[in-house]
């Protein structure tokens, strides 16, 4: 590989692990936000989400200036497309944090609604799946980037439970069909959160193994398949 190549490919990676771990943090403080009712800490995220845009326009330019510039094949190819792909799910995880932050917000003004203990449950499955695959993205691990998305379909379980659980409330308590709401769209974020990171590995499988797996997992067979090679 040129010298030149290999530097904008490792400063491409470099960037693009610096911009998950503002996403990370963001994640950490939406929910941080909710569950301890503090509106400032969710002011925090909203005010954080025009950086991630900046970076993630920054780092989409400087991937079409690294084809242009070197034309790369194999590997190195699938490397920048997966930068382009991971760059674009890690600002569209940035925008759910908002939406979780300002959904917070609305469930702060309703100090009597309970949260569901299953959505603190959920939280902690979709920031360990978040962490897990960014780290396969590092180590080039598919793996552990199968795992994650053998995942998904546990919390897409808890989702439904606890829009099951929110509706149980509404219909008993009608005072709280407002809080509840905005709860029922806090579950949705965290749910689609989690299919970010899902995608993020499969696009993790497909940089190394030059393979395409989208969709693929629902079933559990093509992670299990890759978590026993």
Not at 51 to 60: L, Y
Not at 129 to 136: H, R, Y
Not at 138 to 158: E, F, L, P, Q, S
Not at 159 to 188: G, T, W, Y
């Amino acid at each position: 590989m040129p010298l030149h190549l290999q530097r904008d490919l490792d400063h491409l990676h470099h960037e693009v692990l610096s911009l998950s771990g503002v996403v990370e943090e963001m994640l950490e403080k939406a929910t941080r936000a909710l569950f301890e009712r503090n509106p400032h800490i969710a002011d925090e995220v909203i005010g954080i989400d025009i950086i991630v845009d900046e970076r993630e326009v920054q780092i989409e330019e400087e991937c079409l200036k690294t084809l242009a510039l070197h034309q790369p094949v194999a590997v190195d190819l699938r490397r920048i497309a997966t930068v382009l792909k991971v760059n674009n799910d890690l600002e569209r995880m940035a925008d759910l944090t908002v939406n979780l932050a300002e959904r917070a917000k609305s469930v702060i003004e309703f100090p009597a609604f309970v949260i569901p203990a299953r959505l603190a449950r959920m939280v902690e499955m979709t920031k360990g799946m978040v962490s897990d695959v960014l780290d396969s993205f590092v180590n080039m691990d598919i793996h552990a980037a199968a795992r994650v998305g053998a995942m998904d379909a546990d919390v897409d379980r808890m989702n439904r439970e606890i829009i099951e659980e929110l509706q149980k409330v509404m219909r008993d308590r009608p005072d709280q069909v407002v809080p509840a709401l905005h709860c029922f769209s806090a579950s949705r974020h965290i749910e689609r959160i989690s299919d970010h990171a899902v995608n993020i590995a499969d696009d993790v499988i497909y940089m190394v193994e030059g393979v395409i797996v989208r969709h693929r997992f629902s079933n559990g067979s093509d992670a299990d398949s890759i978590t026993r090679a």
